[in-house]
């Protein structure tokens, strides 16, 4: 049965991250308290032409429900062929098109972030994928402009093109992942459309997320980053506790690396390695558990030291 959001709760979503927002980590967050997963962000030029590899980036977990599909494009008939594949896969709740990706070869294309330089054309593929689709709920990422911000102006238009609800990074394509995140532009942006608004960028912290949901007045928000070595954010938020454990963190750890193995198998070692550099942050012998495991690659050995490292070991005060 389709799944449709509620606002009635603040909402706290993982927001999409190549490479990272994988099936294991969403399937994590979303056992520990995130709302909405997204999946990675898919071509819809290669949806359209029946890539096997995009098609395999669709693979949920059971425990996202609901769940969040997000494309790119600049093209309306691709756009409208890439959601008409979609329409046939179970399991997806929501499209979200992409309108604020700000690296060059996804705006090379026309794609991303590019479309905030020709708002019609984001409002007619807005609309071709609400009219094609057969998905509860239609939504929207986008960034506060392209060199200039006109959140305003684009945020009207996401409403007008019938979008259910969207998501808002609050930079400009200018902006990259550097520049201050501008709150205050989300907080207009809440005044001025009807439908929800989930506040993004810079949220890496528990104070910081409440601190957002307050003075933007968005109906939630979005961690991408944030979430990335941090994953308990979800939890702490979900609970309303600022305090975690280190045996929950230890737990959830564990829970991510076995979610590797069974989605990459032994593939999933070495691509966990990043993940155990960013975990083990701020703890104590940080830098030899980092060498070490540089050279495992038996999946039980590896599971062996991290479960280990992460039980007995200590935050450096």
Same mark, same amino acid.
């Given at each position: ?11 706290? @979503?993982?927001?999409?991250? $190549?490479? /990272?927002?994988?099936?294991?980590? &969403?399937?994590?967050?979303? *056992? !520990?308290? #995130? ?122 238009? @996401?409403?007008?093109?019938? $979008?259910? /609800?969207?998501?808002?990074?609050? &930079?400009?394509?200018?902006? *990259? !992942?550097? #520049? ?129 490292? /992460? ?7």
């Amino acid at each position: 049965m389709p799944q449709t959001l509620s606002f009635e709760n603040p909402l706290y @979503v993982l927001a999409p991250l $190549a490479g /990272f927002t994988d099936l294991p980590l &969403r399937s994590v967050v979303k *056992k !520990f308290g #995130a709302d909405l997963t997204v999946s990675e962000m898919l071509s819809s030029n290669a949806l359209a032409h029946g890539s096997q590899k995009t098609l395999h980036m669709l693979q949920k977990s059971p425990l996202e429900d609901p769940y969040s599909v997000q494309i790119a494009g600049a093209d309306v008939d691709i756009v409208r062929q890439a959601v008409e594949v979609l329409n046939e896969q179970d399991g997806i709740d929501i499209i979200d098109l992409n309108c604020g990706c700000p690296v060059p070869k996804v705006v090379g294309h026309g794609s991303g972030s590019s479309l905030l330089l020709n708002l019609p054309l984001m409002g007619d593929i807005i609309k071709t994928i609400k009219d094609t689709s057969n998905k509860s709920m239609t939504s929207v990422k986008i960034r506060l402009g392209f060199e200039e911000k006109n959140h305003v102006d684009i945020a009207k238009i @996401v409403e007008d093109s019938g $979008a259910d /609800f969207l998501a808002v990074h609050g &930079r400009t394509r200018a902006g *990259k !992942f550097k #520049a201050p995140v501008d709150y205050d532009a989300i907080a207009e942006i809440k005044k001025v459309v009807k439908i929800p608004v989930i506040a993004n960028g810079d949220i890496d912290s528990y104070e910081k997320a409440k601190w957002v949901l307050e003075h933007t007045g968005a109906d939630g928000v979005m961690i991408g980053r944030g979430a990335v070595g941090a994953p308990w954010i979800f939890h702490q938020l979900k609970t309303g506790s600022e305090d975690i454990a280190l045996s929950l963190k230890h737990e959830i750890i564990m829970e991510h690396f076995d979610k590797m193995i069974e989605f990459y198998g032994a593939h999933g070692v070495a691509m966990f390695r990043k993940h155990t550099h960013t975990y083990s942050k701020g703890y104590r012998g940080a830098s030899a558990l980092r060498n070490q495991v540089n050279t495992i690659v038996d999946i039980q050995e590896y599971r062996n030291v991290i479960d280990e490292f /992460f039980k007995n070991s200590e935050l450096v005060s």
